[in-house]
């Protein structure tokens, strides 16, 4: 056997094993722990002693079983067969798992990462006699109907290419390519490996003025992202963390999609499994899974791989971005990933931090934030990673480390809020606390794709929203009905934002995912009625003479009323609220009731 | 593997130590002879030779002389056979009802594998439990797994003995239907009362229950939920049957989980629970669900009482963010004599959305229930309001909802224990209550629906 470290296991605590004996094991390195040949890493070595976190459960282990040296770090294998496909956290296929385990997930189940036997129809770019770089394209796959698989030079490959295959049927062992590299020769394959934990290097980084459409009006009007950008949706249990994430991973318009089940529940991998198959998406016409990567490591499946879970996820989409895609990766939940680290911290009896969390939580989670941006390839294309983190604080309160911690290192932040959820105001991303840092860099982008106008109505509604908060506080004391007419139709006026605009149904055909044309002419035609009515209300006209017309219920159901491919009712629509508007004014005016201005 | 082991190292609580031990694998049980009885442990942690073990029957009367110890080559396994349904075992899977021992037919691992979730299918069959807040506002799904947030002297064991009683668990297939019972460090009477219940509802030979009550020995708390899962999932995935799963008090577990982690000398994240908590509730909670080729399910109600009824204690915390919606008790609607004393408000289903509606339950369902949410919202804003400029001095139309409130309460939330209502009435009672308030406040219903329900209140005849 080629592996020349070998140790025996020394004591057992959970997922952390103790190796003593002939060793000399790297940090980070991936070993093979007892019989079984379980899946570990090497995360702390010392004098006599090295400590393994084990990616599988440990039960039945004995002191004195064989700990095996790989001679590489944890690695994820990258090729064709990913997209559409759902892994552990170490990037093991679990439907093949399930072939052949069943039910439960059986330990030692080692599993070629990748299919091995399918045959790929290849298309050959590169020819002998051609130098090439890393990260440049020399083939191409198709995938999926939805992604175009390019196969590139690895990292830290240079060369001229001395033999390549021709076009046709290719499965992901066989050499494609030699790339000779001084006296060394490479024969590349479809698969290239790449660790985990570290980044993928790219060209340079490239200003994030492009936004992630969400089809959300919460987000891409109020508080928008980039791509490339990094954000963060915290919220307590029941408030629909897992509910944005899937919204997000459904219409985001991103090319590829990471989604990453962190500790989470198996049920919610299952319903995207269910579900994303049979959903379309808007932009290829194609099913979603076709463009949607899975992992899936739930709360029940062992602790160190939850840990790794979200280096994988991130490590894909980095992939990705490197053949020229939008990427955004969906990481439910990191709170789950901070624990995972707290778990192995506890039982290696380092000096806890914060909450029993070690004192390196900020440094990784800076790490992997940071591993987001929208960046020029080295193959000339330009591609992003952007990085949605749901985050679960501890008992809703947003002081705990992990949320204090993610703030510092994400510049978009959906708060999801309690007292919304309970009633039922989806998504219940308070509008008070969230931020985006991105709005200054996003605005021209809007100016020239959506409206002129666009950042102007949004700032009027953020005014109205903001004054309805302060308004809301004399309310709470002493009722609404001794306010004056004006602020009382601020507070209507928040009330169709908040019910017409900010309120979003997933599941209604319709309004599940709204284009951003749409989204500001709702604005607009909220706005137009706002105007209108405050010019009546200042003739001395109560509002609930207004309320009474019926005018705010049509604005609050044009979400309905108003399908996404037929923007042109929207004239209708104005119409209606005008003539309705004028109607009540005239009526004042005839009868004589109108204050003189 | 016959070796036996003279003495012990130290004694911690519920743990002791051993030195010398030679092939001992993790998590391996060991029986432990003092004089004349036998007690069962468990390997947690081993380090060289020294092997650290926790103790289930409790480590009184043991010194480091007087013992002797055996392992046992294996970890923990439960003896499976349907014999078990009708059957009384302590908290470590043994019958203690003096009808002998179980012949079993399988004998698997009680602390379970992790299901595959490819392997999983969605719950989406409604579980009419005949309670309307719950039916109509948080259904509970076959396959969840749907939590009782309690606190202490509120009424969650009757409110669980009453979905026991009215729930229609099994389906129209045939599959038949079991309840597993496992009682974690409650009171000797509330043990009692659950038999008695079952009993009086004639279940009682499909009942398996699980004792372990609040003077029996805390480390076999750790092992009772899990034997109770494993004897379900035997029943479940082995049997086809569709089991509901009752465990009362999840708290007393997590007090265990934490009484045996202090003793281990570990680094306490908050309130002094282990750093692992979430994780090893995960391990229990995720046990519920349905699998593809099974036509079986595990339904899970698991009980906890909040400590100071304080929902952000851990217990609770970690709970919610594992189990697929909760139920929530509250003392101040106990406290109006209403029962059951569900606050509609902080109580969720997460799998109602995919399993009502058309097709599973009826098509103005989703809607109305997410009327009442906002509306009974909304009534909680003008109650505050209320409380500072009295009742007098609100709008009319915040006074229509003082009154919603209160019909909303007395009628649709309180119920008979013994009074079983099918969805359509819970529904048809919705909205009676929702004509309560004018059609411009009812801004969750399409007009589609409003059309059809709102008004034709004379035919129905109700009320």
Known sequence: MEHTSQGIIYGINGPVVKVRGRQAFQMLEMVLVGHDRLIGEVIRVLENETIVQVYENTTGLKPGEPVVSTGKPLTVKLGPGIMGNIFDGIERPLARIADSTGIFIKRGSIMDNLDRDKLWEVKILAEPGDYVKQGEIIAEVKETESVNHKIMVPPNIEGEITEAVCDGLYNIDQVIVKVKDGKQIHSLTLVQEWPVREPRPYCHRLPLDIPLITGQRVIDTLFPMSKGGAAAIPGGFGTGKTLTQHQLAKWANADIIVYVGCGERGNEITEVLEDFPKLIDPRSGRPLMERTVLIGNTSNMPVAAREASIYTGITLAEYYRDMGYDVAVMADSTSRWAEALREISGRLEEMPAEEGFPAYLPSRLSEFYERAGRVENYNGTKGSVSIIGAVSPQGGDFSEPVTQNTKRFIRCFWALDKALAHTRHYPAVNWINSYSEYTDRLEDWYSENADPEFMDKKTEISRILQEEGKLLDIVKLIGSDILPEEQKLVLEMAKVIRQGFLQQNAYHEQDTYVPIQKQYLMMDSILRVGTKAAGLVALGIPVSVIRRSGVFEELIRMKYNIPNDDLNSFDGLNNKTERILDEIGSDYRASGRVKEV | ?463
Request: charged fraction near 25%.
């Open chain 2, 1 to 463: 593997m016959n070796v036996e082991y003279m003495g012990l190292k130290e004694i911690s609580g519920p743990l002791v130590v051993i030195d010398g031990v030679k092939d001992a694998s993790f998590e391996e049980m060991v029986e432990i002879t003092v004089g004349k009885n036998k007690r069962l442990g468990r390997i947690i942690q081993i380090e060289g030779e020294l092997c650290v073990i926790q103790v289930f029957e409790g480590t009184r009367g043991i010194s480091l002389e007087n013992t002797h110890t055996r392992l046992l080559g294996k970890p923990l396994k439960m003896p499976l056979s349907m014999e078990l349904l009708g059957r009384v075992m302590d908290g470590k899977g043994r019958p203690v009802d003096g009808l002998g021992e179980i012949y079993p037919e399988k004998s698997w691992d009680v602390n379970g594998e992790p299901i595959n979730p490819v392997m999983r299918e969605y719950p989406r069959n409604f579980i009419q439990t005949g309670i309307s807040s719950i039916d109509g506002l948080t259904t509970l799904i076959r396959g969840q797994k749907l939590p009782v947030f309690s606190g202490s002297g509120l009424s969650h064991n009757q409110l669980a003995v009453q979905i026991v009683k009215q729930a229609k668990i099994e389906d129209t297939e045939g599959a038949g239907f079991a309840i597993v019972f496992a009682a974690m460090g409650v009171k000797h009477d509330v043990a009692e009362y659950f038999r008695e219940s079952f009993q009086k509802s004639g279940v009682l030979d499909r009942v398996v229950m699980f004792l372990n009550l609040a003077n029996d020995p805390v480390v076999e708390r750790i092992v009772t939920p899990r034997c109770a899962l494993t004897a379900a999932e035997y029943l479940a995935y082995e049997k086809n049957m569709h089991v509901l799963v009752i465990m009362t008090d999840m708290t007393s577990y997590a007090e265990a989980l934490r009484e045996i982690s202090s003793s281990k000398g570990e680094i306490p994240s908050r309130k002094g629970y282990p750093g692992y908590l979430y994780s090893d509730m995960a391990s229990i909670y995720e046990r519920a669900g349905m699998v593809k080729g099974c036509r079986g399910s595990i339904t899970q109600i698991p009980i906890l009482t909040m400590p100071n009824d304080d929902i952000t204690h851990p217990v609770p915390d970690l709970t919610g963010y594992i189990t697929e919606g909760q139920v929530v008790l509250d003392r101040s609607l106990s406290s109006k004599g209403i029962y059951p004393p569900i606050n509609i408000l902080p109580s969720l289903s997460r799998l109602m959305k995919d399993g009502i509606g058309e097709g599973h339950t009826r098509e103005d369902h989703p809607q109305v229930a997410n009327q009442l949410f906002a509306s009974y919202a909304r009534v909680q804003e003008v109650k505050a309001l209320a409380s500072v400029i009295g009742e007098e001095e609100l709008s009319e139309i915040d006074r229509l909802y003082m009154n919603f409130g209160r019909e909303f309460e007395e009628n649709f939330i309180a119920q008979d224990f013994s009074e079983n209502r099918n969805i359509d009435d819970t529904l048809d009672l919705g909205w009676t209550l929702l004509r309560l308030l004018p059609v411009s406040e009812l801004d969750r219903l399409s007009p589609e629906i409003i059309e059809k329900y709102y008004k034709d209140d004379s035919e129905d005849g109700d009320f």
